[in-house]
């Protein structure tokens, strides 16, 4: 079964301090894997698409990484405007169409 | 420009309404989606339309009904819902597109979602 697995649920920063949120994928025909940001209320905002394991994509305090079996969203001296729920997909094929596989989110407090 | 726009941005409703949401995108994208969120939950796939023609039901009460009118509208339509129905709605787009080698970029740009209250 395809599944999705987002850790730590919860994590909570001091300004400055840098960490990882990370994104474990179980799989049959990945086609992308997707990291948003939503904040309340609203709806995700898309930071990144990886397609292959080794890319590497930046920006800003941002950056994504992945692997044949998991991702990692690398976030450097974090700001209190960083703070937010990251949400992980992956794309896989549904019939002719394609559907993302979500995990549950990491929400992520970062203070001054 | 990445813009998906729904309308409206919250709406309360009885359980004997019918209302309806509305999503537009002027990006070119054929490939138009609902979701429905919960607090503290990821996105749940509703409807996708792929080139104006329903693609994928993920076996929807039949309260919603979704409407493709052309590529850059998508609708979806309210009727007799449930308190339980009470959530974040959702329209994404992308791109769709055919025939590339190597595979397609389906990148969903979402939109700021309507909140609904069913009473």
């Known amino acids: 079964e395809d599944q999705v697995t987002q850790s730590p649920e919860a994590l909570r920063l001091q300004e400055g301090e840098s960490s990882s949120l990370n994104c474990s994928y179980t799989v049959s025909g990945l086609r992308g894997l997707f990291w948003y940001r939503q904040d309340p209320g609203k709806g995700p905002e898309f930071l990144f698409t990886?397609?292959?394991?080794?890319e590497e994509k930046e920006k800003e305090r941002l950056k994504a990484t992945l692997t044949k079996k998991e991702s990692f969203l690398h976030i450097t001296a974090p700001k209190p405007e960083d703070s937010a729920t990251y949400l992980c997909?992956?794309?896989?094929?549904?019939?002719?169409?394609?559907?993302?596989?979500w995990g549950l989110g990491t929400s992520l407090a970062v203070n001054p | 420009d990445t813009e998906v726009t729904q309308t409206p941005k919250h709406l309360v409703m009885g359980m004997t309404n019918k209302k309806s949401l509305k999503c537009e995108q002027h990006?070119?994208?054929?490939?138009m989606y609902w979701y429905k969120q919960k607090a503290k939950k990821p996105p749940e796939l509703m409807f996708v339309y792929s080139y104006e023609k329903l693609s994928i039901n993920e076996s929807v009460p039949s309260r919603f009904s979704p409407e493709c009118p052309n590529s850059s509208l998508l609708n979806l339509h309210l009727h007799a819902l449930q308190p339980e129905d009470s959530a974040l709605y959702l329209c994404?787009?992308?791109?769709?597109?055919?025939?590339?080698?190597?595979?397609?970029?389906?990148?969903?740009?979402f939109g700021p979602g309507t909140r609904l209250l069913v009473l």
């Open positions: 997909a992956v794309q896989v094929y549904a019939g002719n169409n394609r559907k993302l596989i």
């Open positions: 990006m070119g994208h054929r490939a």
């Open positions: 994404a787009s992308s791109p769709a597109l055919r025939g590339r080698v190597g595979g397609v970029k389906e990148t969903q740009y």
């Open positions: 990886l397609y292959s394991a080794g």
